[in-house]
Structures are given as structure tokens and as C-alpha cells.
């Protein structure tokens, strides 16, 4: 299946909450152009909370991609995303999201296996977007996972 990055009769909020979902997908699907339509690039900011008082910051996307997706992007992969809420001033270029995501990673082509390994984790996303003046999608410049509970074989995400 092919993905769209930009789908032209989304309101200002769900262009906003869009961005997430491109990412989500991005990351499920492995695919890369949809991934890269997400963020602002050099000057992205991923932050990683484990506990309370450990943190793991990410900058620029190429950095993000060596360390995360190149990992997590050829697994089997679920993420879920709920509870979306967005603050945006109408007229402005800049919005914030909160929201809950559930994500499941299992091994490449093991998902499937009832008894397979597989790990999984529910956080809160707190995300700060821009709006691409040229091409008029909204990006994500920071994102910040805090994650709220782990379950299975953290083996999984090996280096992620």
C-alpha cells in the first residue's frame, strides 16, 4: 500500500494531528518519504523520558533515523495513537499536541508468531509543530516521549 503525505482537504487541527500520523505510518511501514514529510529536518529535537530521571535527547533527523527508524522501521510495528488534543491559534504558524500512544515492536517478520518476542509500551507524546511555509505541511520540530509503562522482552528494541 502507498501512502500520500499531503492530503489536501484536512481542517488546520487534523492537518496538525496529521503530522503525528504520518510518523505513526512512517514508522510502521518503513516508509521513508512519508517519514521524512513529517519533520523539520536538521533542527528536530527527539526526547526520549524512561524514568525520571532518565532522559535521551536525539538531534536532527538524521540523526533520528540512524538511531531509531533504521531500527525500529523494519520491525513489526504497531502504533496507536488516542487522546490527540491540539492547541493552535488560528492564523499562526506554530501548534503544540499532547496525546497517548500504545506501541507494540516485534522482531522483522515475526509479529505474527503468537509466542513470538515482542515488546510493548504506553507513553504520552508532547509535540511541538511548524507549518512549512513551502509546502504548507505542518512538521514536527520537538517531540518528547515520556514513557508511562513497558511489558515484554525489552531485547527487542536492541539499540532503539
Known sequence: MSYTASLPNLNTKEAITD????????FDRNDISIFDSTFTGEDFVFELKLGTDEKRTINGLPAFK????????????????????VNH????DTASLTAYALAQHCPPGRGKE?????YIS??????????????GMW??????LD???TQGDRSVMGGA
Do not use: C, F
Open 19 to 26: 503530522a503525528l500520523y504520518r510518523a505513526a505510518i512512517g
Open 147 to 149: 514513557v508511562i509503562w
Open 122 to 135: 504506553g507513553g504520552e507524546y508532547a509535540v511541538d509543530l511548524v507549518k512549512d511555509l513551502g509546502d
Open 114 to 118: 503468537p509466542d513470538g518476542p515482542k
Open 139 to 144: 512538521k514536527i520540530k520537538k517531540w518528547v
Open 89 to 92: 491559534n488560528e492564523g499562526e
Open 66 to 85: 540512524a538511531q531509531v527508524l533504521n531500527h525500529v522501521g523494519p520491525m513489526d510495528t504497531t502504533h496507536m495513537i488516542s487522546n490527540v488534543r
